[in-house]
């Protein structure tokens, strides 16, 4: 007697995607069906890998943090970082779901580490553009929220360095990421410091949160705040300027990415900008900015003189347009 057919109760789906060098961040975004569990195995689910190139022919594709070595996207907001090599090359999304079950019905976007952090610094989230491919089913088109202030951006007035393990310091003029791009080693410390000389000494202050729970003071202008070799991750930070800067109309932004949560969305003045529980910041971006009339304090000038137009090469700094 024959003994019966065994059914395998999953189902898989395999897609292929040619994609330029770069870093890049999947996320899924929302699934159809709610994750059951069939053994030791949830579905729907999804797991990111790289195609290997033939021998001698590129690099593979690196799967750098989320979703464990393996890659794996199961429930509502994973995500998984991977980098791309030079010579490019092709990710391999394969889609797990219940044996007789309608398609996995994941939403998936793929999108550049590059334009999320912008898009973090913008006031706007992956979800307002679609810059990259989508996989499975397509999203619903979202209008991009309004910025809730208006704001000009106040350039060439200060410097920004930040310390990441077995990286070292790295400086970068603020409205740049700054830090490990690449969202591989902790950052342990940062400074902010004036290029312009016009700018106060006493005009901004900031402070950092550690791993270990621990705060640094309020340091001034021009003064490291973190630490050096010591093995303690960034987890948060918060920046602010001096009432007398704030009453002018300029505001002090910054956002961080964390090595697996991806970008933090943009606070201001005074306000914490943090990673979540268990993660560490890898990058952070600073912006000195200007609201406009209508959203600024009532003791700022009702209107400040445009910049002058053109790039920095023409204008070091505008910090005489606004004070």
């Not at 065994?6 to 890049?24: C, K």
């Not at 973090?120 to 996989?135: E, L």
């Not at 089913?137 to 360095?161: D, F, H, T």
């Not at 960034?234 to 505001?251: E, H, N, T, W, Y």
């Amino acid at each position: 007697m024959s003994s019966p057919r065994r059914i395998n109760p999953i189902a898989a789906e395999v897609q292929f995607i040619p994609l330029q060098a770069g870093f890049y961040l999947a996320t899924l975004r929302s699934t159809a069906r709610a994750p059951q569990a069939i053994g030791h195995f949830t579905v729907p689910s999804a797991q990111i890998a790289g195609l290997h190139p033939p021998a001698g022919k590129g690099e593979p594709i690196e799967i750098m943090s989320g979703g464990g070595r393996e890659g794996w996207l199961q429930q509502r907001g994973d995500q998984v970082v991977f980098r791309v090599p030079p010579s490019g090359g092709q990710i391999l999304i394969t889609t797990y779901r219940a044996q007789g079950a309608a398609q996995s019905n994941l939403d998936i976007a793929i999108l550049p580490l590059s334009a999320l952090l912008d898009q973090a610094a913008a006031g706007t989230g992956p979800q307002a553009q679609t810059p990259g491919p989508q996989v499975g089913r397509p999203a619903q088109p979202r209008a991009a929220a309004p910025r809730a202030i208006e704001s000009q951006p106040v350039s060439g007035v200060l410097e920004l360095l930040a310390h990441n393990a077995m990286l070292g310091d790295r400086r970068g003029a603020t409205d740049v990421w700054v830090g490990d791009t690449q969202a591989r080693q902790q950052m342990e410390g940062f400074a902010v410091t004036a290029v312009d000389p016009r700018f106060p000494a006493d005009g901004l202050t900031y402070r950092a949160g550690f791993a270990n729970r621990r705060e640094t003071r309020w340091m001034p202008l021009g003064s490291y705040c973190g630490t050096r070799g010591q093995g303690l991750g960034m987890v948060g930070i918060a920046l602010k300027l001096s009432p007398a800067l704030q009453q002018r109309g300029l505001d002090v932004e910054y956002a961080v990415v964390g090595r697996r949560c991806g970008a933090v969305p943009p606070v201001r003045n005074g306000a914490t900008c943090r990673v979540p529980d268990g993660d560490v910041i890898v990058c952070i971006k600073v912006r000195l900015i200007r609201r406009t009339a209508a959203a600024a304090s009532p003791g700022a000038p009702r209107q400040a003189p445009q910049p002058p137009q053109g790039g920095p090469a023409q204008r070091p700094s505008d910090l005489g347009a606004w004070l």
